[in-house]
Each structure stands twice: as structure tokens, then as C-alpha cells.
């Protein structure tokens, strides 16, 4: 089973910017991939995904923030957002969609959006 790493998180500051990555530990290329995040006292909600034929979806809330991408040769995810805002504190997990189309998430990064 693909193993994912996500790193990039931190603390930044309302309006500010970050780009968080994920490191497949095996080709993706046929794969569809992305993010979510869960807050605390909240359930886990895709943010961002991309299929296998790059088309993406955002949910509404980081749609214009948001930019989800992948470089297929290094089997990586990446997830650009700005103008971040408190209420994007969360903790950030990337996902592949398996073979059979189980969702493999990662270990997750924490996101902490605080003046």
C-alpha cells in the first residue's frame, strides 16, 4: 500500500501563505490525489482533489485560495494556499485514491493560521 508524507505545515499569520507537500512512496500517475483537513471538535472535509486527468474541485470555502498540483516524477501532491484565514487551522492530510478505490490518507501536518 502507498505510504504518503505530508510536510510544510506551521504557524502563519492571517493573509499569509503556504504551500504544503505530500511524498508518495510510489507512482501516482493513475491515481486521483488530494487534500483535506479536519479542525478541531470538526469532522475531516475534502478540500481540494485532482483526478487522473488533472481536472480539479475545490470546496467552496478555499475556492480562489487554493491550487492543488502534482509533479507525477517525484510522486508528489502539493497544496498552495493564500490568504489564509483562522478558520484554515487545521490539520492537513493528503490522500491517493488505491487501485480499488479504497482512500489512503497521509499522517496529516498541522496548519496554524494565528497573529
Same mark, same amino acid.
Given at each position: @500500500?502507498?505510504?504518503?508524507?505530508? =510536510?510544510?505545515?506551521?504557524?502563519?499569520q492571517?493573509? /499569509?501563505?503556504? +504551500?504544503l &507537500?505530500?511524498?508518495?512512496s510510489?507512482?501516482?500517475i493513475?491515481?486521483g490525489?488530494?487534500w483535506?483537513r479536519?479542525?478541531?471538535?470538526k469532522?475531516r472535509?475534502?478540500?481540494? @482533489?485532482?483526478?487522473?486527468?488533472? =481536472?480539479?474541485?475545490?470546496?467552496?470555502?478555499v475556492? /480562489?485560495r487554493a +491550487?492543488i &498540483?502534482?509533479?507525477n516524477a517525484?510522486?508528489?501532491?502539493?497544496?498552495?494556499?493564500?490568504s489564509l484565514k483562522?478558520?484554515?487551522t487545521?490539520v492537513?492530510?493528503?490522500?491517493?485514491?488505491?487501485?480499488?478505490?479504497?482512500?489512503?490518507?497521509?499522517?496529516?501536518t498541522?496548519?496554524t493560521?494565528?497573529?
Amino acid at each position: @500500500q502507498v505510504q504518503l508524507v505530508e =510536510s510544510g505545515g506551521g504557524l502563519v499569520q492571517p493573509g /499569509g501563505s503556504l +504551500t504544503l &507537500s505530500c511524498a508518495a512512496s510510489q507512482d501516482i500517475i493513475n491515481s486521483g490525489v488530494g487534500w483535506g483537513r479536519q479542525a478541531p471538535g470538526k469532522q475531516r472535509e475534502v478540500v481540494a @482533489q485532482m483526478a487522473r486527468n488533472g =481536472s480539479t474541485t475545490y470546496v467552496d470555502s478555499v475556492k /480562489g485560495r487554493a +491550487t492543488i &498540483s502534482r509533479d507525477n516524477a517525484r510522486n508528489t501532491v502539493r497544496l498552495q494556499m493564500k490568504s489564509l484565514k483562522l478558520e484554515d487551522t487545521a490539520v492537513y492530510y493528503c490522500y491517493v485514491v488505491g487501485r480499488v478505490g479504497e482512500i489512503v490518507w497521509g499522517q496529516g501536518t498541522q496548519v496554524t493560521v494565528s497573529s
